[in-house]
């Protein structure tokens, strides 16, 4: 008997399981266990994956659904993984609770890297290993070292095909081989969704406003993003579009709608504000909008790829600048929107929908940046970015490296080894600022 496992937290990771499902990416077995967990900060007062519109008509290509919150209570789900000690009491306890006896346990995870995906993979130490996912981070680097004893278990990274054309670097390290899930099988799974969101308003053709609650991971301040907000708003504004929807984050508190509200008064924009937790890509089949504007949010993506829909894009140069550590997992994704998709302010740019880089410039600078993020894990990347750095840094390529990282890993565009000294030298600090005081001086009576 063989049982596959798929873990999922999101109805957009779900819908991809499903159209992997419907693609016949997964071989046949005697059953299938849907485990859901809510990673949200506060589960009890946040609705479940299994509670929102739309899952129960995935719900089909599983035989079972399974609580993970509900079995490891009372422990979050992102911050619990068994001691090493434990992991073959657990591994009995999963099975006779899940009257799984003496079953080949197949497992596919999202998220490898942390929990709860890397503690389920070290529970059943034995099952191979799918990792499927359903956003951009999977073109970036895996951002941390993972135990060879689950790394080499993985047998390939599922992913939808969101920039053609460019390969994915997560998990290259194991030898995983990526494989797409098939754009059409994806589409018609959104398909089935279309009209799960009975109470959303009908609005033709808006100008779509995507929030991402970055607050929420101290990238920006709650203020910061409620200006982005507000950016978004008049950006399509400026660009014609008075019919206007936003879409907060489920997690977003709702003075960020207060906001915006107030805003569109001023503008005199028909400003239309979702309660309705669903689905980006539910609004783009219901409302086919005219624009869909965000900052880094996959759906940019699928909104331009899978269903041919203008999007724009404005924040992300802030946000280049803004992430740190370097390696954080939301570097890439930035990059890529940031060097694909048109800026909000560039009208001529939105309105041809101008791409920023070719897809064989974009890998490139991928693979430079994980390489900058992740040199430990990648070191076979070393040259690659030498050659990359020599050839293509410029006042653009700029944004997206740090000058004191690539100094640390002693790479072109970092301070030579010679000079290394001066950022630390006292003397020399005082005697810039002394500088750059006199010449703001200057300016000022100028």
Same mark, same amino acid.
């Given at each position: ?13 779900? %819908? ?16 299938? =266990? ?57 591994? &009995?306890?999963? &099975? ?12 596919? +995870?999202?998220? =490898? ?48 095909? !969101? +920039? ?58 709650? +203020? ?18 008075? /019919? ?26 028909? !400003? ?40 724009? /894009? ?16 939301? /570097? ?14 560039? /009208? ?5 929908? &101008? ?27 070393? %040259? ?14 700029? &944004? ?47």
């Amino acid at each position: 008997m063989t049982t596959q496992i798929f873990l999922a937290s999101t109805l957009y990771g779900t %819908a991809t399981l499903a159209a992997a499902l419907d693609s016949e990416c997964f071989a046949p077995a005697d059953r299938r =266990i849907l485990l859901v967990s809510n990673n949200a900060a506060t589960p009890e007062t946040t609705p479940g994956l299994d509670e929102v519109p739309g899952f129960e008509r995935l719900r089909g290509r599983f035989d079972e659904v399974i609580s993970w919150n509900e079995t490891i209570h009372p422990f979050h789900p992102g911050g619990w993984a068994p001691r090493l000690d434990d992991v073959p009491l657990w591994e &009995r306890h999963l &099975r006779l609770l899940w009257n799984l006896g003496d079953d080949d346990v197949e497992l596919a +995870v999202e998220s =490898i890297q942390v929990n709860p995906a890397l503690g389920v993979c070290q529970i059943f130490t034995g099952a191979p290993v799918t990792v499927y996912a359903d956003g951009l981070m999977s073109y970036g680097p895996t951002r941390n070292k993972i135990d060879p004893l689950v790394g080499t278990r993985v047998d390939r990274l599922l992913h939808l095909d !969101l +920039v053609p054309g460019l390969k994915p670097l997560l998990l290259t390290e194991f030898g995983v081989e990526p494989e797409i899930v098939p754009t059409d099988a994806f589409s018609k799974v959104l398909a089935e969704l279309e009209d799960t969101g009975d109470a959303l308003p009908a609005v033709q053709a808006p100008a779509l406003l995507l929030g991402q609650y970055l607050s929420a991971l101290d990238i920006l301040t709650a +203020v910061e993003e409620e200006n982005l907000h507000v950016r978004m708003l008049k950006g399509a504004v400026a660009l014609g579009h008075t /019919r206007v929807v936003f879409k907060p984050h489920p997690s977003a508190p709702a003075r960020f709608s207060r906001t915006l509200e107030k805003e569109a008064e001023k503008l005199g924009a028909d !400003l239309t504000v979702l309660d309705t937790p669903v689905l980006a890509e539910v609004l783009y089949q219901r409302m086919r909008p005219a624009l869909v504007v965000g900052c880094f949010s996959t759906a940019l993506l699928t909104a331009s790829e899978f269903h041919g829909l203008p999007v724009a /894009r404005i924040g992300t140069e802030t946000l280049l600048e803004r992430l740190t550590p370097y390696e954080n997992s939301n /570097r890439v994704p930035v990059t890529i929107v940031d060097a694909l998709l048109p800026e909000l302010t560039a /009208r001529k740019a939105v309105e041809d929908q &101008r791409r920023g880089m070719e897809v064989e410039d974009l890998e490139a600078l991928v693979r430079t940046v994980g390489f900058a993020m992740q040199p430990k894990i990648y070191p076979g990347l070393r %040259a690659h970015a030498e050659r990359y750095l020599t050839e293509h840094l410029s006042p653009h390529t700029w &944004r997206y490296f740090k000058r004191r990282r690539l100094t640390s890993l002693a790479l072109p565009g970092g301070i030579p080894v010679q000079l290394a000294f001066i950022p630390r030298n006292a003397t020399v600090r005082r005697v810039a600022r002394r500088a750059r005081s006199l010449r703001r001086g200057r300016a000022a009576r100028g």
